[in-house]
């Protein structure tokens, strides 16, 4: 799942220098373009394009499918959701719903949420990782609760909960009965992360995607197509938070 790039590099496009991973997989036909808009991973270098080659096509050819599809690339780029960055001032959902980052450098505790505001203090080249780091135990402990409840319906016991910055998917199930999520889903509305708990609770007892798969999970949540399609909408842009 967590792929390494073969290489890195940086490729001028349309007078700006964009980052791009490459990666190897055997089993691509063809060269795969793709817009990484990839957030918190530590550099900031932003935006950028991920490249899959197939067995046996040089880097080179890849970078220079690029330079082909410049204008696809550029116009992608430009249509990303907008980046927001954990600061002071920033607007950033919980549960769906905006809340506004203060940073209170004098007051005790770390981070708190009062009202629509989440509250930050110490140091201000702290308050980034300190609202990451927030979110991350919010999300383990609104998640854990979910699966506690929602395996209980199922007569299952979930195994360890996982909590991560996937970008590829939202949770999984392991074949053991590990359950993984994304902690960005703190962020979207409630009724989504019960949607993406219930999936992959269900997957304990039905490991495949099949019709029997899907009339558990809508036994488990309240609004499952509703979910659904909001995660294809606007789950990209929970990644450019942070
Ligand atoms: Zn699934």
Redesign the pocket.
Known sequence: MARTPIRETTIELGGKRLPVRLYRNKRARRIILRIDGRNGDGDSNGDGVSVTLPRGTPPEEGLKLINEKAQWVLERLGGLPPRVAFADGASVPLGGVEHTIRHVPHKRGVVRRQGAEILVAGRPEHLARRIRDWFRKEARSKIGRLVGDKAAALNRTAGRITIRDTRSRWGS?SAGGNLSFCWRLVMAPETVLDYVVA??VA?LAEPH?GPKFWRLVETLTSDMEASREWLKLNGEALHRYG
């Open positions: 199930c999936h992959e997957h995607h």
